[in-house]
């Protein structure tokens, strides 16, 4: 079977929206919306490639530090096994026209206002719903270090009101089984429909209370399927796991710690540049974690995360 690389790109505009084109008649799936993009060539990057496909495209022009590495999807076409190298694009100059396209469209995830997408972007059009910034919760370690339970569901609350004021975020409740029920219930009238909660804890925890599910790395690798709920991550910290996140269908991974944290002080600090070799042609969108907070965005998107988790930079 022909195997070919392609290099796809998320061009996102500042309302959220992304651009989609319209495959034209005489192509392969006409009338089936994608992403824009195309084959690599030969001595191409797929960032180059890109770059290239843009211009040809689109009328576009992309400066190369502008191309963030995202996820590399494979997907089993009759005619070919694709690879797909998807990137994110907040910046361009030109205004998109539709040179090889039926049309083009601004579609704002995760509503998919167009039909049908090319089967192998299904999974990529979830995973533009998932906010760039996890605040994983820390009353449990407010606690021990004698805050009141009271006093820390209120600085919980603040942090999530504060991190919402910079868009969607996605919330993951990191507590013993009491207080994850007591935090979700206070955090829950503040949530939007873009924003989520996941419960690091068992499936039927969070089930019953109605999130998606974060995982451990243990209990990802005592996994063989994917949980039955509709958002399910896990955190990894290394490539093998995060091989297995992937295998499993999960929707994101957490890689870390990048920096040195209190948290875990006798962790290993991976550095931008061990996030980076593990996050490489990832599947799925990896946060960066560990001693982070939310103006580390630009860095951690340059070294190939969707977002950043944070603990204390949310709350401190
Ligand atoms: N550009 C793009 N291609 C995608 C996406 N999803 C997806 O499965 N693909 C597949 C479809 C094609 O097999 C391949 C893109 O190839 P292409 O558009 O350069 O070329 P093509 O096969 O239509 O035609 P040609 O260049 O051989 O004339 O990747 C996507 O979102 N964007």
């Not at 992304?18 to 824009?36: I, N, S």
């Not at 993009?37 to 400066?63: F, H, S």
């Not at 998109?96 to 995760?110: F, N, S």
């Amino acid at each position: 079977m022909k195997r070919v690389d392609v290099a796809a790109a998320v061009l996102r505009r500042s309302d959220g929206s992304v651009l989609l084109g319209q495959r034209a008649e005489g192509t392969f799936y006409p009338g089936y919306w994608e992403f824009p993009g195309g084959k690599v060539e030969p001595g191409e990057t797929p960032a180059q490639a890109l770059v290239r496909e843009l211009a040809e495209e689109l009328e576009i022009a992309v400066a190369p530090e502008d191309v963030l590495p995202w996820v590399v999807r494979k997907h089993a076409y009759a005619h070919a096994h694709v690879r797909l190298h998807f990137f994110r694009i907040g910046r361009w100059s030109g205004e998109p026209r539709a040179r090889v396209h039926a049309a083009l469209a601004w579609v704002k995830p995760p509503q998919q206002t167009v039909a049908p997408m090319l089967p192998a972007n299904g999974p990529v059009w979830k995973f533009l719903a998932l906010s760039p910034r996890m605040l994983v919760s820390g009353v449990a370690a407010m606690l021990e270090s004698g805050e009141s339970l009271a006093a820390a569901l209120e600085r919980q609350e603040a942090a999530l009101v504060r991190a919402r004021a910079l868009g969607p975020a996605l919330v993951q409740v990191r507590e013993p089984a009491a207080l994850a029920e007591a935090l979700v219930r206070r955090l829950r009238p503040h949530l939007g429909p873009e924003d989520l909660l996941v419960l690091n804890g068992e499936v039927d925890a969070a089930r019953a209370l109605g999130t998606g599910l974060h995982l451990s790395q243990r209990r990802l690798e005592s996994l063989s399927r994917r949980p039955e709920l509709p958002w399910a991550g896990a955190s990894v910290h290394e490539a093998s796991a995060l091989r297995r996140a992937e295998a499993l269908g999960l929707d994101y991974a957490v890689v870390g710690p990048v920096r040195p944290t209190r948290s875990h002080p006798g962790a290993a600090a991976l550095g931008w540049q061990g996030f980076r070799e593990i996050a490489r042609d990832a599947a799925i969108p990896v946060y960066a974690i560990g001693g982070l907070g939310p103006e580390d965005l630009e860095d951690a998107r340059r070294a190939g995360a969707h977002g950043v988790a944070a603990i204390r930079a949310w709350w401190d």
